[in-house]
Structures are given as structure tokens and as C-alpha cells.
């Protein structure tokens, strides 16, 4: 083709023909731009191809995400949560009869199960698109949502966090008072002593705290989902948009 045009230009120049030859330069410099910009237009096409494969592929891999999050946090609610409430209700209903030694209220404060549980939101997904420079593929509301849901997110994780903070501390205190090793050695039994009566009752105080505290953790996990949930279904419904 391209000797083709050269023969051309080759004899209008022989033939003297300057003006026909300017017009079929000109001509041919039009092709050349039009050939160009076709080969842009199909490269174009095919990187918007492309990239709506990418986008698609990181949107089903966040939706992935999100519902797998509100799976776990169901579990985390219904499961641990609700356990820890229902176990610390029915021991202060058993307290707040009284009429028992102060040695029986000790020992089912102890035998009270309380589960500690931590909130850990899957974000791999959109964590891999921000870091590979592929967060453009998201609309402006998308990814408003996305950062909405996450601050609501580590808010979460924040106030969990310092309630299994202060379980801690309770538990610790606890300890400070009762004999409450994992392995039960008889300790004070093998020293034929018995824990005082003011220490017994400092020991359950912290354990209530201790309850207290892990009640709010499960209560809490219940008012956090419902945000979370909410923040969740909004990026699924928008993810969702032809």
C-alpha cells in the first residue's frame, strides 16, 4: 500500500503536476489521520471493554465482601452476643432473689459463661482497588457510601474494643480477690485458709462489673448491626443500578 502511493506522488512530480500533487499530499495525510484516529477510537472501545470487566469483577468481589460482614456479624449477634445476655440475665435473676451465702453467689458469678468477641470487617476487596489506583471505577456516590459504611465500621471496632477493655480490667480485678485459676489448684484450701469475707465481696463486685460490661458488648453488637446493615444494603442497592 505504501509503495503504491509513493509510485503515485512519484509520477505526478514527473508529470509536472505540483497542484494535483499538493491535493492528493493533502489527501493522503487525511487518510493517515483518519486511519489514526479509528485506531484510537478501536483502542478506546477496547480499554472501556476492559476496564467495565475490571469494574465488575472488584463490584461482585465487594459485594462479596459486604455480605460475608453482615453474615459474620449476624453470628457474632445471635450467637455470642446473644449468650453473653441471656447468661448474665439469668445469674442477676438469680442474685437479685438473694437469700444465698455470699460463697454461692461467687461461685455461679464464676460458672457464669461470657463469650469476648471482636468485629472485624472484610474490606479486602475494596482495600486491593484503592491500593491499585482502580477507586475511579466507583462513582462519586459509590464510593461515599463505601467510606460511610467504613466509618461506621471502625466506630464499631473502637467501642468493642473498649468494652473488652474494661472485661479485661474487671477480670483482672477479679483476680486480685478470688481464686479463680483456670487449672483449680486448692489453693487456700491446701493453706487452710479461707478468702475474707470483704475480699469475696470486693472479688463479685468486679465480676458483676465484669458481667455488666460483657452485657453491653452483646447489646451492643445488636445496635451497631442495625446500622451496619443499613450502611450495607445502601452500597448493595447502588451497586445494584443499571
Known amino acids: 500500500m505504501i509503495s503504491f502511493f509513493r509510485k503515485i506522488r512519484q509520477k505526478l512530480l514527473q508529470q509536472n503536476r505540483i497542484t494535483q500533487y499538493l491535493v492528493y499530499a493533502i489527501g493522503e495525510i487525511f487518510l493517515v489521520v483518519i486511519g489514526i484516529l479509528i485506531a484510537l477510537q478501536v483502542n478506546n472501545v477496547n480499554q472501556r471493554r476492559l476496564d467495565n470487566i475490571k469494574r465488575n469483577e472488584y463490584i461482585i468481589r465487594i459485594k462479596g465482601d459486604i455480605e460475608s460482614d453482615l453474615k459474620h456479624l449476624d453470628e457474632l449477634v445471635d450467637g455470642l452476643g446473644k449468650e453473653n445476655v441471656d447468661n448474665i440475665d439469668r445469674y442477676f435473676g438469680f442474685f437479685n432473689q438473694g437469700g444465698q451465702p455470699l460463697e454461692v453467689f461467687v461461685d455461679s458469678a464464676l460458672k457464669t459463661r461470657l463469650n469476648k468477641f471482636r468485629y472485624l470487617p472484610n474490606r479486602h476487596s475494596f482495600e486491593d482497588m484503592k491500593s491499585s489506583g482502580n477507586i475511579q471505577f466507583l462513582t462519586d456516590e ?55 469475707l470483704e475480699d469475696q465481696i470486693k472479688g463479685l463486685h468486679h465480676l458483676h462489673n465484669k458481667m455488666n460490661w460483657s452485657r453491653s458488648l452483646g447489646t451492643t453488637a445488636e445496635a451497631r448491626r442495625i446500622v451496619i446493615r443499613d450502611k450495607s444494603n445502601k452500597i448493595l442497592a447502588l451497586f445494584s443500578k443499571k
Open 142 to 196: 459509590q464510593r461515599g457510601a463505601l467510606a460511610d459504611l467504613i466509618a461506621q465500621q471502625d466506630f464499631t471496632i473502637i467501642m468493642f474494643e473498649k468494652m473488652i477493655d474494661q472485661i479485661n480490667l474487671e477480670d483482672y480485678s477479679a483476680r486480685g480477690y478470688l481464686d479463680m485459676d483456670d487449672d483449680p489448684s486448692a489453693f487456700y484450701e491446701t493453706l487452710g485458709v479461707k478468702i475474707s
